[in-house]
């Protein structure tokens, strides 16, 4: 199993990104609300946009009409800066419009304030 630190807890607050490197792979590594660690390949699988440099939101949901928005999975997904294609962090990058699609993931987990990624 390869794996590698790639920052402490504190690099990251909650609702950021964090661009890295996990070998020779461009990485991101995501914080949630909840205090949660998530990492993907820094590639959206559209066109490979680097959607590090997206953001992290939420969805909106049925209910939304126009200029009066309802909002689920808050600080949960990211957006990717080129197209706007919203992956859910939460459930392994899966893209909201078609969950059979998703992004590249890898698994992260904490040891004293280090963040692992690992394969």
Known sequence: MKEQVICKTSDIQPGEILESFFGKQNIIVCRTQDGNFYAFMNQCIHQGAPI???LICG???D???????HYCHKDEILRCPWHGREFD???QGRMLANPSKKLASFNVRIEDEDVIVYK
Do not use: F
């Open 63 to 69: 209910e939304s009409t126009p200029g009066d928005y």
């Open 59 to 61: 969805a909106t949901t």
């Open 89 to 91: 962090m939460k459930n």
């Open 52 to 54: 590090g440099k997206g």
